[in-house]
C-alpha cells in the first residue's frame, strides 16, 4: 500500500496550492479519503474528507468555504484545492484513507509540505 502527496510548495496570503495524493495497492474505491495536517509543535487535525463513494465531503470549519476536496477513483487519486491560503494553513499536509466509513485511517501517506508566508 502506497499514498504519496504531492503538490505543496510556498505561496504568499491569499494565493491557491491544489494538493494531490496517487493512491496504490489496495482497493482505493472501497475507502474514504481524508486530508490532515500537523503545523510546527501541534497535533495533527482533520481537514477535509471524501466518502468512499464520493458522495459526502466533511470539512474542517477552518477550511469551509476554502478547500475543496474531490476525488478520481479512476485514477486512485484525491486532491484538495486550496485557496484565500493563510499562514495559519502552514503544515505538513498528509493523505490518508480508511475502509468504508470507518472513519478509521489504517494508510498514510507520507506527506507534503504547505508554507504560506504573509
Known amino acids: 500500500v502506497q499514498l504519496q502527496a504531492s503538490g505543496g510548495g510556498l505561496v504568499q496570503a491569499g494565493g491557491s496550492l491544489r494538493l494531490s495524493c496517487v493512491a496504490s495497492?489496495?482497493?482505493?474505491?472501497?475507502?474514504?479519503m481524508g486530508w490532515f495536517r500537523q503545523a510546527p509543535e501541534k497535533e495533527r487535525e482533520f481537514v477535509a474528507a471524501a466518502s468512499y463513494w464520493a458522495g459526502s465531503t466533511y470539512y474542517a470549519d477552518f477550511v469551509k468555504g476554502r478547500f475543496t476536496i474531490s476525488r478520481d477513483n479512476a485514477k486512485n487519486t484525491v486532491y484538495l484545492q486550496m485557496n484565500s491560503l493563510k499562514p495559519e494553513d502552514t503544515a505538513i499536509y498528509y493523505c490518508?484513507?480508511?475502509?468504508?466509513?470507518?472513519?478509521?485511517?489504517?494508510?498514510w501517506g507520507q506527506g507534503t509540505l504547505v508554507t504560506v508566508s504573509s
Open positions: 490518508a484513507a480508511a475502509f468504508g466509513s470507518s472513519g478509521a485511517y489504517d494508510y
Open positions: 495497492g489496495y482497493a482505493f474505491s472501497s475507502y474514504s
